[in-house]
């Protein structure tokens, strides 16, 4: 007798398990498309200023580590005074610095991240204070003299051979000397009246000089998200080292750090405040020397790119 496969003609057919058959319903929705992977808002735009004697160039290899860990970050490495121009007043760099940033900030309503170098840490600064509508969610201060500077370097035997440190606030403190940015935040412990008479820059933006504008630019610079501070004892520039936490020299040339300077203590441009919501951040790192802050891999790693979101 012919088996009922073999007279249906199905002979040789195998046909498939039971289990199979009770999916078959359920095919349809087994072949609809895999939905689509959750988005992800964009990495904010970061832009970079440069210090002094500097240029675009020498950021290549922190461009190199943002693409890498950050990819699809808009980097903008402003390349305004270049070289010799970085010694302009600062005021002068302020303002050109600012009208580059504030086209990038108007494309940019979930803000921007602010990296600035040496000098350009302090140009930074004075642009959050007189920027009144900016959008900057991390401010990093990448080994700049936020507190001034008090030291001789290289660059000031260059620019002025025949001064040392102890006799610089004689061309420093002039209406001629306030001309080149290096006298814009010359900071000798050892004439504090003559600094805050003569400097048309750092004890503006510190909020030690009475002006008008004291108010408005408190309330600005307390717009920013975060302030991260960067520097090291080995920096061989900076100095003394810890003015790139806010901390100087007093009159005996001890270091006070931040917490025990007077513009933390009156909260003049909102150190204290910015400290008490959280929202300072320093990260201190031995073994670096001044011009390789931009360029070390596990700097970068540690204090900035926790920072870039």
């Not at 498309?33 to 950021?59: E, N």
């Not at 050109?96 to 350009?120: D, N, R, T, W």
């Not at 606030?169 to 935040?185: A, D, K, L, M, T």
């Amino acid at each position: 007798m012919k088996s009922c496969g073999s007279m249906l003609g199905l002979r040789g057919l195998r046909l498939p398990p039971a289990g199979i058959l009770l999916l078959l319903p359920f095919l349809p929705l087994l072949l609809l498309p895999a939905a689509p992977a959750p988005h992800r808002a964009p990495y904010k735009p970061v832009i970079v200023v440069h210090g002094l004697f500097d240029s675009s160039y020498s950021f290549r290899h922190l461009l190199e580590y943002i693409n890498e860990t950050h990819p699809g970050t808009v980097v903008t490495v402003l390349d305004l005074f270049d070289g010799r121009e970085s010694l302009r007043p600062l005021w002068e760099q302020v303002q050109g610095f600012g009208e580059a940033v504030a086209p990038i900030m108007a494309k940019a309503p979930q803000g921007v991240h602010l990296i600035c170098y040496s000098q350009g840490g302090l140009v930074c600064r004075a642009l959050l204070s007189v920027m009144d509508e900016h959008n900057v969610d991390s401010f990093i201060s990448l080994s700049s003299p936020q507190m001034g500077q008090y030291g001789d370097t290289d660059y000031l035997k260059w620019l002025f051979p025949t001064s040392m440190r102890s006799n610089l606030y004689r061309i420093c403190y002039s209406p001629w000397g306030q001309e080149f940015s290096i006298c814009n935040y010359w900071h000798d412990p050892h004439h504090d009246d003559l600094y805050l008479n003569a400097s048309s820059f750092l004890a503006l933006i510190n909020g030690e000089r009475d002006h008008p504008n004291a108010t408005a630019w408190r309330k600005n610079f307390l717009r920013v998200g975060r302030l991260v501070l960067i520097g090291g004892p080995d920096d061989g520039v900076i100095t003394p080292w810890q003015s790139s936490f806010f901390g100087f020299y007093d009159a005996n040339e001890t270091v006070l750090e931040m917490e025990e300077q007077l513009v933390y203590l009156r909260d003049s441009f909102g150190l204290k405040t910015l400290l008490a919501r959280g929202a300072i951040v320093r990260c201190p790192m031995a073994g670096i020397s001044h011009t390789a802050w931009h360029s070390n891999r596990t700097l970068y790693e540690t204090c900035i790119e926790p920072w870039l979101s």
